[in-house]
């Protein structure tokens, strides 16, 4: 099982920049890929970004280009620089671990770190 945490949301003006953490323990090794998720109010939960263990990574078209998504192995955290940031980036964000267990997967979330862009 995995655990994770999210940090460094916070209040930016539009333009504005934020890097955000999600630290992952428990059993790290397992993870095959993770996600950057957010969610708005009134709004589905939608994908961000996605990293596998080649450290292949897809970004929304909607991030393109103003979001990079990075891993540290020895850290066991990823991290979502978010650049040039949009009043419509305002969410939740929560980081999620799919990892291998038995002849499954598993799927764990993180609490959510909030991020609101003021106009």
């Known amino acids: 099982q995995v655990q994770l945490v999210e940090s460094g949301g916070g209040l930016v003006q539009a333009g504005g920049s934020l890097r955000l953490s999600c630290a992952a323990s428990?059993?790290?090794?397992?993870?095959?890929?993770i996600g950057w998720y957010r969610q708005a109010p009134g709004k589905q939960r939608e994908l961000v970004a996605t990293?596998?263990?080649?450290?292949?990574?897809q970004y929304a078209d909607s991030v393109k280009g103003r979001f990079t998504f990075s891993r540290d192995n020895a850290k066991n955290t990823v991290y979502l620089q978010m650049d040039s940031l949009k009043p419509e980036d305002t969410a939740v964000y929560y980081c999620?671990?799919?990892?291998?267990?038995?002849?499954?997967?598993?799927?764990?979330w993180g609490q959510g770190t909030q991020v609101t862009v003021s106009s």
């Open positions: 999620q671990a799919n990892s291998r267990y038995r002849m499954g997967y598993l799927v764990n």
């Open positions: 428990g059993s790290t090794s397992s993870i095959d890929t």
């Open positions: 990293i596998d263990s080649g450290s292949t990574i």
